[in-house]
């Protein structure tokens, strides 16, 4: 198998992704997660938004906040429904917060929503941004190792992702996976056709089987028979829950920082704990 970019191994970078908290609360504890995992250095952390950019405000509030702190923060952009004006005007304001990078998506249509707008896919955003704004942004792409769930197949997946890419990507995120080798046989396939950007492994802790079965079903991520049934079988232990899912994240780790994967991305939940705990067994904290 090749290897993706290589890094050494003490100095594996780490990034993070939050969603936006919808109350006071919640941003209250976000600010303390973030204080927590800052720790580990992070190159940047992401921020989501839901469908149509229901939380759109939040994102950016957000990467203030973020970048207030003195991190690098990318928020999530997703292009389907929009217009090009409302676009270019977005990132004007990202532009204008000093944002020098993005994660660029299509996104879900919001429900009841009857065009894709101006936008189609993830690549005729990237391809907007770097026509708008030259090279001031690092432009993010997602990467679905187990293909994308509305994908027609393997092949109109990867060809997919090499049009984002070839639009003017800079790196990518793949979606989190359980099974190293999906993520090892996209990028050699990807290598093969002429792909050499940094694909950044998505790293799912495991704190809760529900949780995780749900998200899993919903955006198309395999979790393996053997994992899944353990879940099951520890019913509502959280204790046993949370040191099998410590175990398996952190030897999956191991595995893709051994091939040489240009970092890891995780995907937080705004929680710190498993994270962090991760991370030291890795030796990066």
Same mark, same amino acid.
């Given at each position: 198998?090749?290897t !993706?970019?290589?890094?050494?191994a003490?100095?594996?970078? %780490?990034?993070?992704e939050?969603? $936006? $908290?919808?109350?006071?609360?919640g941003?209250?504890?976000?600010?303390?997660?973030?204080?927590?995992?800052?720790?580990?250095?992070p190159?940047?952390?992401?921020?989501?938004?839901?469908?149509?950019?229901?939380?759109?405000?939040?994102?950016?509030?957000?990467?203030?906040?973020?970048l207030?702190?003195?991190?690098?923060?990318?928020?999530?952009?997703?292009?389907?429904?929009?217009?090009?004006?409302?676009?270019?005007?977005?990132?004007?304001?990202?532009?204008?917060?000093?944002v020098?990078?993005?994660?660029?998506?299509?996104?879900?249509?919001?429900?009841?929503?009857g065009g894709?707008?101006?936008?189609?896919?993830?690549?005729?955003?990237?391809?907007?941004?770097?026509?708008?704004?030259?090279?001031?942004?690092?432009?993010?792409?997602?990467?679905?190792?187990e293909m994308?769930?509305?994908?027609?197949?393997?092949?109109?997946?990867?060809?997919?992702?090499?049009?984002?890419?070839?639009?003017?990507?800079?790196?990518?995120?793949?979606?989190? @996976? @359980?099974?190293?080798?999906?993520?090892?046989? @996209?990028?050699?396939? %990807?290598?093969?056709?002429?792909?050499?950007?940094p694909?950044?492994?998505?790293?799912?802790?495991?704190?809760?089987?529900?949780?995780?079965?749900?998200?899993?079903?919903?955006?198309?991520?395999?979790? !393996?028979?053997?994992?899944?049934?353990?879940?099951?079988?520890?019913?509502? *232990?959280?204790?046993?829950?949370?040191? @099998?899912?410590l *175990?398996? %994240?952190?030897?999956?780790?191991?595995?893709?920082?051994?091939?040489?994967? $240009?970092?890891?991305?995780?995907y937080?939940?705004?929680?710190?704990?498993?994270?962090?705990?991760?991370?030291?067994?890795?030796?990066?904290?």
């Amino acid at each position: 198998m090749s290897t !993706p970019h290589h890094t050494s191994a003490c100095s594996l970078a %780490v990034s993070f992704e939050f969603f $936006p $908290p919808k109350t006071p609360e919640g941003v209250d504890k976000l600010a303390a997660v973030r204080q927590q995992l800052y720790a580990l250095k992070p190159q940047y952390c992401s921020v989501t938004y839901g469908a149509g950019g229901s939380t759109q405000e939040g994102t950016l509030q957000t990467v203030r906040a973020i970048l207030a702190e003195g991190v690098d923060a990318a928020p999530h952009f997703s292009c389907i429904g929009a217009s090009k004006d409302s676009i270019r005007e977005k990132l004007q304001q990202f532009r204008a917060a000093g944002v020098r990078r993005i994660v660029a998506l299509r996104g879900d249509l919001p429900s009841g929503y009857g065009g894709f707008g101006e936008f189609r896919y993830a690549s005729d955003l990237v391809a907007f941004i770097r026509e708008e704004t030259g090279n001031h942004f690092h432009i993010e792409v997602a990467a679905y190792p187990e293909m994308h769930p509305q994908a027609r197949s393997p092949e109109a997946d990867l060809d997919a992702f090499v049009t984002k890419v070839r639009a003017g990507a800079d790196a990518a995120i793949t979606q989190y @996976f @359980f099974n190293p080798d999906a993520y090892f046989r @996209f990028v050699d396939e %990807v290598h093969a056709r002429g792909v050499d950007i940094p694909i950044v492994p998505g790293i799912m802790p495991i704190t809760s089987s529900a949780q995780l079965l749900r998200f899993s079903d919903a955006c198309g991520a395999e979790v !393996p028979r053997w994992i899944r049934t353990r879940l099951m079988s520890f019913g509502d *232990d959280k204790a046993s829950i949370q040191a @099998f899912g410590l *175990d398996v %994240v952190t030897q999956l780790c191991e595995r893709l920082r051994a091939a040489g994967v $240009p970092g890891l991305h995780f995907y937080t939940m705004n929680q710190a704990g498993a994270t962090l705990e991760i991370c030291r067994r890795l030796g990066l904290a």
